[in-house]
C-alpha cells in the first residue's frame, strides 16, 4: 500500500480524451474513492462526447514494460481491466494477471462502445472468452456485452440470470450483469457460491451517462482494495455511479460525461 490508508488500484484502459470513459476515467473514480490510482494504457482513442472517430492500438510492449514497471515498485491491491484493444494485448494481459494471483481482479469485457465502435478485435473476444474471464475475480459485462459472449439473447432479468450463470459455466467465479438500460434499473450479481443477488436501482433522468460501465467497474475494484466484500462493493458501485450520473455536467454537444468526483462540491 502507498501508506497506511491509501490502496494503489491499476488500471489497464483505453484512452479516451473527453475522459468520460477510458483510464482518466477510471483514476477519477479511484480518487473518488480515496485509493491511489496508477494505469497502464492499451489504446487511443480519438472521441468526444458525439462519439469515436477512431482507435489506435498501442504496440503491446508499451503495455507489457507499463506493467512490469509498475508491478515491479508497488504493492498493488486490486486491478481492472478495461478496453484491451486487440488480442495481443489481451493476452499479454493474461500473463500478467497470472502473475498477480490472488489480487482482486475486475474484468469490464468492454467490446463496443455505446456508439458502435470496436474496441476489441475478434481474435481478441476469443481470449478475453477462454483466458481472461477464468482470471477475475469478478466480471461485469452489461446486457449487450453478455449477449456477445454468451451468444443467446439478454434481454430481461430472466436473460441476465441465465447469461450470468452461463458465463460461470464458461469458467468466471462471479459476475454482474448491469440492466441500466432496463426500466427498473437493475443489476444481478451471481455469486461463486451459487446464489444470485439482484440490486435495483433508481432510473435516473441524464444525458450524462458516457462512460457508466467504467466507473461501475472500476469502483467495484476500488471497494475490494478496500476490504469490501464483493456484495458491498457492488451495492457502492452502483450508488456511486447513480450520483455521479445524477450530478453529471453536459461538457459537450453529445452524451455528457459523468461526475466521477462529485463528492468534492
Ligand atoms: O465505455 C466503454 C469505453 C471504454 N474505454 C474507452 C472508451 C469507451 C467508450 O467509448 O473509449 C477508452
Not at 216 to 230: E, M, N, P, R, V
Amino acid at each position: 500500500m502507498a501508506s497506511a490508508e491509501i490502496p494503489v488500484v491499476l488500471t489497464i484502459a483505453g484512452f479516451d480524451p473527453s475522459s468520460g470513459a477510458g483510464m482518466t476515467a477510471d483514476l477519477k473514480t479511484m480518487a473518488a474513492f480515496g485509493c491511489f490510482g496508477v494505469a497502464a494504457i492499451t489504446a487511443v482513442t480519438i472521441q468526444n462526447t458525439q462519439g469515436i472517430s477512431r482507435v489506435e492500438v498501442l504496440p503491446v510492449e508499451l503495455l507489457r514494460d507499463t506493467l512490469h514497471a509498475l508491478a515491479e515498485d508497488a504493492e498493488i491491491s486490486a486491478i481492472k481491466v478495461g478496453m484491451l484493444g486487440s488480442a495481443a494485448a489481451a493476452t499479454r494481459v493474461a500473463r500478467f494477471l497470472e502473475s498477480q494471483e490472488g489480487k482482486p481482479i475486475v474484468l469490464d469485457p468492454i467490446l463496443k462502445s455505446t456508439s458502435g465502435a470496436e474496441l476489441l478485435d475478434r481474435e481478441g473476444v476469443s481470449v478475453l472468452r477462454d483466458e481472461l474471464l477464468p482470471l477475475a475475480t469478478v466480471i461485469t459485462p452489461n446486457m449487450a456485452e453478455a449477449e456477445a459472449l454468451v451468444g443467446t439473447a439478454v434481454r430481461d432479468l430472466a436473460g441476465m440470470r441465465a447469461a450470468a450463470r452461463e458465463l460461470q459455466r464458461f469458467g468466471a467465479f462471479n459476475v454482474v450483469v448491469t440492466g441500466g438500460h432496463l426500466p427498473e434499473n437493475i443489476d444481478v450479481l451471481a455469486l461463486e457460491g451459487g446464489e444470485i443477488l439482484e440490486f435495483p436501482g433508481a432510473k435516473v433522468e441524464s444525458n450524462c451517462t458516457h462512460g457508466t460501465g467504467c466507473a461501475f467497474s472500476t469502483a467495484i475494484a476500488c471497494g475490494l482494495a478496500l476490504k469490501k466484500d464483493l456484495q458491498k462493493a457492488v451495492e457502492e458501485a452502483k450508488e456511486f455511479v447513480r450520483r455521479a450520473i445524477e450530478t453529471g455536467y453536459p461538457t459537450g454537444k453529445g452524451t455528457g460525461p459523468l461526475n466521477h468526483l462529485f463528492r468534492l462540491g
